[in-house]
């Protein structure tokens, strides 16, 4: 088991601590495809998840076939989401491949270093 910190925008970061983004998108970078389901996650250095799945795909449209658009980005029209992902990540970096990392809340406790809070 390992731990990554990802940078989240605050935009974002809000969404996710709220629980009302639970699927974060990545490029194929080599940081990103070694991580596993049960690997943890430092959100902006200070909120600690855990990654309960990750799905891989070829492209931000096979992405946006298996995944739920308002689980990526709730605020967001899903007829946009292609354009937005996009616009973050130009062509040669989605050619790396679209990794979607799905997450739940950690919190600590006394008897356990970390816990998922979701069950």
Known sequence: MHTKTLWIKDEYLQLILDGRKTVEVRVGYSNITRLQAGDRLLLNDQHPFVIRRIGRY??????????????????????????????IYP????????VALEMVPLTKSRTAPWRDDRN
């Open 58 to 87: 070829a492209s931000f449209e096979e992405l946006l076939e298996h995944e739920d658009p308002a689980a990526i980005a709730p605020s967001v029209p899903p007829d946009e989401l292609l354009e937005r992902l996009r616009a």
């Open 91 to 98: 062509p040669e970096k989605e050619s790396l491949g679209v």
